[in-house]
């Protein structure tokens, strides 16, 4: 069983964005592989070691992006992943765009499942997985907070539009990962060594004949001007007070 | 023609539906030879929901199928690009929830068009032959932090709509023709084996116009169980939690608020206890009024607060549950 985990890196939640010139502007900022890859990266290591006897399993970390991208799959590797491949690009691709790459690549892995996660921290997109499983003709489980393997089916459970479902799918499929599949492990130092002896395939993008066909005209951070009406609590009651006046004769929110 | 699909929960059409219904009459009123607005309804017994999709679009095409009792992400995208492919529709708009999101980039693929995501702002450009449509929007990104312009032409364009960025179409007094359509569906992969519904009497978090959420600064599932809830009562709102409470254990996760939770857009959102890491203010920054109670005056959450007090929540809450009493 081989699995490809998507690896994007993005800007760390912690750190504040600056918009320079109608672009995100990412220089000097720290940026990390997204959480929600992690989740992915680690629920395959899992599958991995689980697995141990039957079916061996390969892990590959794949990503797609700038030179820069290599660090976020050396993460990857450095967590266990047995090898990376990085299509390098300093183009930005929509999640269409991409799943196109990320199908291609599959195919040519002979790849039965695929990791990414449910929402990327940069687009704030959920469309990636669902985009790569149709080009794939695959299933997909979106949002998946659990996930065991039984032989060829995967069972699990996910977040749905009012509440959650328990699932069954065989493989192979896409998962989308959310936050409580699992803890991902840290790194330690012997698999930081040996993860650079790894290999990480390069790939150039132009290779694939991608075209994306979004445009971005320009980014902003819009403000909404707050009125910061702060009230000492000291007296709850006389505050309490002069909170309920004001949203009821000032903000009209409470009737 | 413009398609939206409208979106029904146990035969009621959803908010969300009138939204899209005023997002495609914009576009149509843009440029009146996009044609008609045609409403499509899923589901098993939609009748009613059909009904009053047909107060809201020129036609309402009804595929009404005991196979789409449930929602399947493969069933719905199949059903969508069958319908948007053979009435060559230029914009097909999918409501911006869970499913909407899941399902759509699907569509996307089958009609190989482009994906606008979770827009809030949508604007047709130009429209011609040939050439397709060109299509404006703005969405969020870096966590709700960044509004994007993006620009795509295409011959067909799929469009997510984030629930809350329209306001809702009222309906019409002539009601539309209804067509049923009959679809060739594909088999479920994806098993449901079991459901486990939000069991709740309040009204959904991303439909309400007041929304009471709670963090770890409650102090305890108990505190939060009478505070957060109590004031929730008071104002008629749903409860919202963030990520350390669900983490917690003290909450479920159908109430986590934030980047891996929902999104939610109410009138007024009350923060209690929430110190306001930005992975919960993505998902509800955009709130119309932001009131904070908060111990600690230098708590995050304070920066973008409309109304905030500084204390102990413990003798704030019970203190404002009286005072709306009154």
Known sequence: ?????????????????????????????????????????????????????????????????????????????????????????????????????????????????????????????QALGAATAERLQWPQATWTSQLERKGSTLVGKHEVDEGSETFEV????????????????????????????????????????????LKVLGSEIQVKERKRKILDGKDASAAAAQLVKMLREEAGVVA | MILMVAEQSNGVLSKSAYELAQAARQLQGELPNFGEVTALVLGSGVAAAASAAALLAD???????????????????????????????????????????????????????????????????????????????????????????IETQAPAVVVTVKPGSFVAAAAGTTPAEQLDVDLQLPQKRLKVTGSIQEKTGRIGLTEADVVVSGGRGVGTQEAFAELVEGLADQLGAP????????????????????????????KLYVAVGISGAVQHLSGMNKSQCIVA??????????????????????????????????
């Open chain 1, 1 to 125: 069983m081989r699995i490809i985990t998507l690896v994007r890196q993005v800007l760390d939640a912690e750190e504040s964005v600056r918009v320079r010139g109608g672009a995100v502007d990412l220089e000097g900022s720290k940026l990390v592989m997204d959480t929600m890859d992690e989740y992915g990266v680690e629920e395959a290591l899992r599958l991995r070691e689980a697995a141990s006897g039957e079916t061996p399993v390969e892990v590959v970390a794949l990503a797609v992006g700038p030179e820069r991208a290599e660090e976020s799959l050396r993460t990857a590797l450095a967590m266990g992943a047995d090898r990376g491949v990085h299509v390098v690009t300093n183009e930005l691709l929509d999640a269409i765009a991409l799943s196109a790459v990320v199908a291609q690549v599959a195919r040519g892995e002979g790849a039965d499942l695929i990791f990414c996660g449910g929402q990327q921290a940069d687009w704030d997109s």
């Open chain 1, 170 to 213: 065989q493989w192979p499929a896409v998962v989308t990962t959310q936050q409580g599949l699992n803890e991902p492990r840290y790194p330690t130092l012997p698999n930081i060594m040996k993860s650079k002896k790894k290999e990480i395939r390069k790939q150039p993008l132009e290779a694939f004949g991608i075209a994306p066909r």
């Open chain 2, 59 to 149: 036609q309402v095409l009804v595929a009404d199928m005991p196979a789409l009792g449930q929602y399947d992400a493969e069933v719905w995208a199949s059903a969508v690009a069958q319908i948007a492919g053979e009435g060559e529709a230029q914009v097909v708009l999918i409501a911006g929830s869970r499913s909407g999101r899941e399902y759509s980039p699907r569509v996307a693929v089958k009609l190989d068009a482009p994906l606008l995501e979770d827009v809030i702002r949508l604007q047709c450009e130009s429209f011609g032959e040939g050439a397709g449509v060109v299509l404006r929007a703005e969405h969020y990104t870096f966590l709700s932090r960044v509004t994007e312009r």
């Open chain 2, 239 to 266: 409860v919202g939690a963030t990520r350390a409470v669900v983490d917690a254990g003290w909450r479920p996760y159908a109430e986590q608020v934030g980047q891996t939770g929902k999104t939610v857009q109410p």
């Open chain 2, 293 to 326: 109670l908060n111990k600690d005056a230098d708590a995050p959450i304070f920066k973008i607060t409309d109304y905030g007090i500084v204390g102990d929540v413990k003798e704030i809450v019970p203190a404002l549950i009286a005072e709306l009493r009154k």
